[in-house]
């Protein structure tokens, strides 16, 4: 998110950390390729953006929070197997 996008009534040293932690979150998040990109990178912004107006200012916070909130909604994997985990099907009458 550029930082002319950030709310205006946010100091300049917050949106540039709120600028900062949407790099790093986008930056991971990327790599595990969410389903919508966009609205993927949206959700995080705005989960950031909603935060720190409520006065979060951890940037580690920001990020787990964003990050958490964003692969709930866009990240569909499969559950993984339990090792050694077999599947059986039984026919009955």
Same mark, same amino acid.
């Given at each position: 998110?550029? !930082? ?12 540039? &950390?709120?600028?900062?932690? &949407? ?5 991971? =998040? ?8 966009? &609205?993927?990178?949206?959700? !995080? $912004?705005?989960?950031?953006? @909603? !935060?720190? $107006? ?5 940037? @580690?916070? =920001?990020?787990?929070? $964003? &990050?958490?909130?964003?692969?709930? $909604?866009? !990240? ?14 039984? @026919?009955?009458?």
């Amino acid at each position: 998110m550029p !930082l002319n996008e950030i709310p205006t009534f946010f100091h300049p040293e917050i949106r540039k &950390l709120i600028d900062a932690a &949407l790099e790093e979150a986008w930056g991971q =998040l990327r790599d595990e390729h969410p389903d919508d990109e966009v &609205l993927a990178r949206r959700k !995080l $912004a705005t989960t950031i953006v @909603a !935060l720190a $107006a409520i006065g979060e200012t951890d940037p @580690a916070k =920001l990020k787990k929070f $964003a &990050l958490h909130a964003t692969k709930a $909604a866009f !990240l569909h994997k499969r559950p993984a197997k339990k090792p050694g985990a077999t599947i059986r099907v039984t @026919a009955t009458s």
